[in-house]
């Protein structure tokens, strides 16, 4: 999970919001399954899916309005 996770951040950084949301929601399903749902770990890359989605959102929108 952990690597997962370190992939999310490097898709981040190369702005790929898409592919960040990918990693993070399959270590996110590992770390429920192994750490449980309130460990800090779990709880960290259960915001960080939410963030990702945030910019995936943020990044069609922004696609949208520079298209129009």
Known sequence: AGAL????????????PEKALEYE???LTIYEAKLGPKHEDTIISRQNVEAYRRAVKDAKF???LASN
Do not use: G
């Not at 996770?5 to 702005?15: D, P, R, T």
């Open 5 to 16: 996770h370190n992939a999310a951040i490097f898709y981040m950084k190369l702005k790929r």
């Open 25 to 27: 929601t399959k270590a």
């Open 62 to 64: 922004a696609t949208y």
